[in-house]
C-alpha cells in the first residue's frame, strides 16, 4: 500500500450538468460528491464530505452555500471521491538497542471536496504522506527538546486524531503502530543513548530477558541466536566457530602440568620441606618412599 496511487481523488464528468446533479441528489451513497464550476468561477457543492464520523453532511463555507441548481449554467462538473483510504508509513524509531521498524497505519480522506478540485490535488496520499513526514520530525524535535523519546504512544498520543490539511481539503490520522522487518524506512531522530522509549514495554520485557541470558552465556549462545534469526549464514557461522575455538570450548585445566609449573617456582628449601612432608604421608598410606628426598 506504499506505492503512489494511480487513481485520481476527481475527475471530471462529460454529459449535461443537470444530470449529473440529478443522479447525485437521487443517490444515497457517501462514497463520492459532486462540484460544479459556474461561467464566474464560483464553486457549487453537492453530495456529503467531511470526516468519515460525521453524522450530517459536510457544510460549505458561507461564499459558496448556496446548493447547485438544474437551471444553473456550468463550465465544468467533478466527481470527487470521499471515501476514507487506508496507507502505510514505513518508519524507524531510535531505541537504545538500536532503530526499531514500524509500520504506521495511516486513514485519510477528503473533508473538502471544493478545495481539492480548486488545488487540483489530483493524489490525495503523496500530500498526506508528506505532511506526514514533517509532524514526525517536528514531534521528534520537540520530544527531543523536551528530553523525552519518540515512541509508540508519543505518535498515538499527538497524531492520533484527525489531523487537518486546509489547504489542500484532506485530513488524516494514525491508527495503528505495528513492528515491521523491511528496512525501507523514514528514519526519525537519532539513535537514543539512554533509556528505553519505544521498545521497553510489557510485550517486550520478554525479549529483553531472552537477549540478556544470551550474552550471559557466552559466544556459543551468540552464535546458536545469530544462526537463528540468520538460518542461510550456517557456512559462515561454522567458519567463524572453527577460527574461534578457544572461546567455544575455553581451554581445559591440567593440574599435573599446574602443579610442577608450581614446584619449579619453590626455592630450594621450600622444596625440601614438601618432599618431607610428602615422604611422611605416602609412608603412613603404607606405600614404599624412596630413599632420599623429591
Not at 216 to 228: D, V
Request: hydrophobic share 40%; aromatic share 8%.
Amino acid at each position: 500500500m506504499n506505492e503512489e496511487s494511480t487513481e485520481r481523488l476527481y475527475a471530471r464528468i462529460a454529459g449535461p450538468p443537470w444530470k449529473a446533479i440529478l443522479r447525485q441528489r437521487w443517490s444515497a451513497t457517501r462514497d463520492w460528491a459532486l462540484v460544479l464550476k459556474d461561467e464566474a468561477g464560483d464553486y457549487r457543492f453537492l453530495g456529503h464530505g467531511g470526516d468519515p464520523d460525521d453524522a450530517g453532511a459536510y457544510e460549505p463555507p458561507p461564499v459558496e452555500a448556496a446548493p447547485p441548481g438544474l437551471g444553473g449554467r456550468y463550465t465544468d462538473v467533478f466527481r470527487v471521491d470521499t471515501t476514507e483510504h487506508v496507507d502505510s508509513q514505513a518508519v524507524g524509531l531510535p531505541t537504545v538497542y538500536g532503530t526499531e521498524s514500524v509500520d504506521l497505519w495511516v486513514a485519510w480522506w477528503v473533508h473538502d471536496p471544493v478545495r481539492v478540485v480548486r488545488t487540483k490535488t489530483a493524489h490525495g496520499w503523496h500530500v498526506v504522506r508528506t505532511r506526514l513526514t514533517g509532524a514526525l520530525h517536528h514531534l521528534a524535535e520537540a520530544q527531543a527538546v523536551a528530553g523525552s523519546g519518540l515512541g509508540a504512544p508519543e505518535i498515538m498520543q499527538y497524531l492520533g486524531g484527525p489531523q487537518r490539511l486546509d489547504e489542500a481539503g484532506l485530513s488524516y490520522r494514525v491508527f495503528d503502530v505495528r513492528l515491521r522487518e523491511s528496512a525501507e524506512e523514514l528514519l526519525i531522530g537519532q539513535d537514543a543513548v539512554e533509556g528505553v522509549r519505544y521498545s521497553w514495554t510489557a510485550s517486550r520485557r520478554g525479549e529483553y530477558e531472552f537477549c540478556l541470558q544470551a550474552l550471559q552465556a557466552g559466544p556459543a549462545s551468540l552464535a546458536a541466536l545469530w544462526l537463528l534469526r540468520h538460518p542461510d549464514q550456517v557456512s559462515q557461522v561454522l567458519d567463524w566457530a572453527v577460527d574461534h575455538q578457544s572461546l567455544l570450548s575455553p581451554p581445559r585445566s591440567d593440574w599435573q602440568e599446574e602443579l610442577a609449573v608450581l614446584l619449579g617456582t619453590l626455592t630450594d628449601q621450600e622444596r625440601k620441606e614438601i618432599s618431607h612432608m610428602l615422604r611422611d604421608r605416602i609412608s603412613a598410606l603404607g606405600r614404599p618412599v624412596p630413599g632420599g628426598a623429591i
